[in-house]
């Protein structure tokens, strides 16, 4: 018999097409000769049955400002053409664009209603590298309120923080969207890596289950940022349902559902004191196996300072449960209080386990030792988010250095500190 509770839920349950666009990289001086393609793009997806379309971060005027100053002038025209689109296309649409606000610029989202009235704006909470330059930090996260449901707007840098995330989508958020500028080192222009693309946008929406939509750019702007594609669309459940090209313009599009179940949250966290960061580097020997707990041989061999198992790891580390993992704001506490090892004991055996273990690790600049029991198998992945040993077979008792100087690098770009970030939204989630 259906409760009231999955009655409901049913109801709310809507499944609707979403487009993200993938723009050709250009500067702030070629917006006027790049609209009307961009203006097209919009028209195009909105033809192929789009009800939802995003526009990459920095569309309007483009990602870098430079020095010269903004007022919002040079974007007035494009930006009341967004609004007759939005009308006249009857979409809800998400265009990145730079927004002037009392003395103030902010990389903000501007999103426009069906009727082509503007809903709201986001403003960029997580500022990156030359961003800060420009830009003004966001000060609030809220949805932003729409016809097709509240959208949980977050730009580029901001899905680096799951804290972030989970307040929008706490806060009412029934769909992630991300007008984004994933940039790429180029150090194998085979693969643009970026590691949103790559692994924390299917994160985001697993852990939070709702759909995501990330809409990027490609090539190159003034010749000093690379973009590296994979503008996505990701189910509630962390499936990839369509993802763009690393180097070509495209319009991506899918369906989606929601309003569907709520995300698992963990209970109160006690996160315990004496699991605070370590000073001195040490090698760590693993095992799920119990009865190498107290086999000082083995740890000799190895020369292994300790020797973590399921029993032994907390006293050296913090030590966490699934409910705590796949939280986004579970081991975001953990590294607020200063802890940067945890172990992890889980039974999870979805496919996500890895997923999540190598998410936490580079997110929150920790090293995790994960023990599987189904498997029956432990490994450590460390700060960088790189499995730097693990068990097999035979193999029973792995070992790595644990090294808090990599903990304690929390710049993850130029003036781009995590744990500021991870401080700065836990404030904003109050």
Same mark, same amino acid.
């Given at each position: 018999?259906?409760?009231?509770?999955?009655?409901?839920?049913?109801?709310?349950?809507?499944?609707?097409?979403?487009?993200?666009?993938?723009?050709?990289?250009?500067?702030?001086?070629?917006? %006027?000769?790049?609209?009307?393609?961009?203006?097209?793009?919009?028209?195009?997806?909105?033809?192929?049955?789009?009800?939802?379309?995003?526009? =990459? *971060?920095?569309?309007? %005027?483009?990602?870098?400002?430079?020095?010269?100053?903004?007022?919002?002038?040079?974007? !007035?025209?494009?930006?009341?053409?967004?609004?007759?689109?939005?009308?006249?296309?009857?979409? $809800?649409?998400?265009?990145?664009?730079? #927004?002037?606000?009392?003395?103030?610029?902010?990389?903000?989202?501007?999103?426009?209603?069906?009727?082509? *009235?503007?809903?709201?704006?986001?403003?960029?909470?997580?500022?990156?590298?030359?961003?800060?330059?420009?830009?003004?930090?966001?000060?609030?996260?809220?949805?932003?309120?729409?016809?097709?449901?509240?959208?949980?707007?977050?730009?580029?840098?901001?899905? #680096?923080?799951?804290?972030?995330? #989970?307040?929008?989508?706490?806060?009412?958020?029934?769909?992630? $969207?991300?007008?984004?500028?994933? $940039?790429?080192?180029?150090?194998? %222009?085979?693969?643009?890596?970026?590691?949103?693309?790559?692994?924390? !946008?299917?994160?985001?929406?697993?852990?939070?289950?709702? =759909?995501?939509?990330?809409?990027?750019?490609?090539?190159?702007?003034?010749?000093?940022?690379?973009?590296?594609?994979?503008?996505?669309?990701?189910?509630?459940?962390?499936?990839?349902? +369509?993802?763009?090209?690393?180097?070509?313009?495209?319009?991506?599009?899918?369906?989606?559902?929601?309003?569907?179940?709520?995300?698992?949250?963990?209970?109160?966290?006690?996160?315990?004191?004496?699991?605070?960061?370590?000073?001195?580097?040490?090698?760590?020997?693993?095992?799920?196996? *119990?009865?190498? /707990?107290?086999?000082?041989? $083995?740890?000799?061999?190895?020369?292994?300072?300790?020797?973590?198992?399921?029993?032994?790891?907390?006293?050296?580390? +913090?030590?966490?449960?699934?409910?705590?993992?796949?939280? %986004?704001?579970?081991?975001?506490?953990?590294?607020?209080?200063?802890?940067?090892?945890?172990?992890?004991?889980?039974?999870?055996?979805?496919?996500?386990?890895?997923?999540?273990?190598?998410?936490?690790?580079?997110?929150?600049?920790?090293?995790?030792?994960?023990?599987?029991?189904?498997?029956?198998?432990?490994?450590?992945?460390?700060?960088?988010?790189?499995?730097?040993?693990?068990?097999?077979?035979?193999?029973?008792?792995?070992?790595?250095?644990?090294?808090?100087?990599?903990?304690?690098?929390?710049?993850? /770009?130029?003036?781009?500190?995590?744990?500021?970030?991870? *401080?700065? +939204?836990?404030?904003?989630?109050?």
């Amino acid at each position: 018999m259906a409760t009231a509770a999955n009655t409901l839920a049913a109801v709310n349950r809507r499944v609707f097409k979403v487009s993200a666009i993938q723009l050709l990289a250009h500067d702030r001086a070629s917006l %006027p000769r790049v609209w009307p393609t961009i203006a097209q793009r919009i028209r195009d997806a909105a033809h192929a049955g789009a009800h939802l379309v995003v526009l =990459p *971060e920095g569309t309007l %005027p483009a990602y870098v400002l430079g020095r010269r100053p903004f007022d919002g002038r040079e974007i !007035a025209e494009a930006l009341a053409e967004c609004g007759s689109l939005a009308r006249d296309l009857k979409i $809800v649409l998400v265009a990145g664009a730079a #927004r002037a606000h009392e003395g103030r610029v902010y990389n903000s989202a501007i999103v426009f209603d069906t009727g082509g *009235e503007v809903a709201g704006s986001a403003d960029k909470h997580f500022l990156w590298h030359f961003d800060r330059q420009w830009f003004a930090p966001a000060e609030q996260l809220a949805p932003v309120r729409t016809s097709l449901g509240n959208l949980g707007v977050l730009i580029c840098a901001d899905g #680096r923080i799951p804290t972030i995330a #989970r307040t929008l989508v706490d806060r009412g958020a029934e769909i992630l $969207v991300m007008p984004t500028a994933w $940039v790429t080192s180029g150090r194998d %222009p085979g693969n643009l890596e970026n590691i949103q693309a790559d692994l924390l !946008a299917r994160v985001r929406a697993r852990e939070n289950g709702v =759909p995501f939509i990330a809409a990027n750019k490609c090539g190159v702007e003034l010749e000093c940022v690379a973009y590296c594609g994979k503008s996505q669309i990701v189910s509630a459940g962390g499936q990839v349902s +369509a993802i763009a090209s690393e180097t070509e313009p495209e319009i991506v599009l899918a369906e989606i559902e929601i309003g569907g179940g709520r995300p698992q949250r963990a209970s109160e966290l006690r996160v315990p004191a004496h699991a605070a960061r370590k000073t001195r580097s040490a090698r760590l020997a693993i095992s799920i196996d *119990e009865s190498f /707990a107290g086999d000082d041989d $083995v740890r000799g061999i190895l020369e292994a300072d300790a020797m973590l198992t399921p029993a032994t790891a907390a006293g050296h580390a +913090a030590c966490v449960d699934d409910d705590a993992v796949f939280d %986004p704001g579970g081991l975001a506490a953990y590294r607020l209080a200063g802890v940067d090892l945890v172990a992890w004991t889980t039974q999870s055996d979805d496919g996500w386990q890895i997923a999540f273990a190598r998410a936490r690790a580079i997110e929150l600049r920790m090293y995790v030792v994960v023990f599987d029991a189904k498997a029956g198998r432990a490994y450590a992945v460390d700060p960088d988010g790189q499995i730097v040993c693990g068990t097999y077979g035979d193999y029973k008792v792995a070992s790595f250095t644990f090294d808090p100087a990599r903990t304690s690098q929390t710049l993850v /770009a130029p003036g781009t500190d995590v744990l500021a970030g991870l *401080e700065r +939204a836990h404030a904003h989630a109050r």
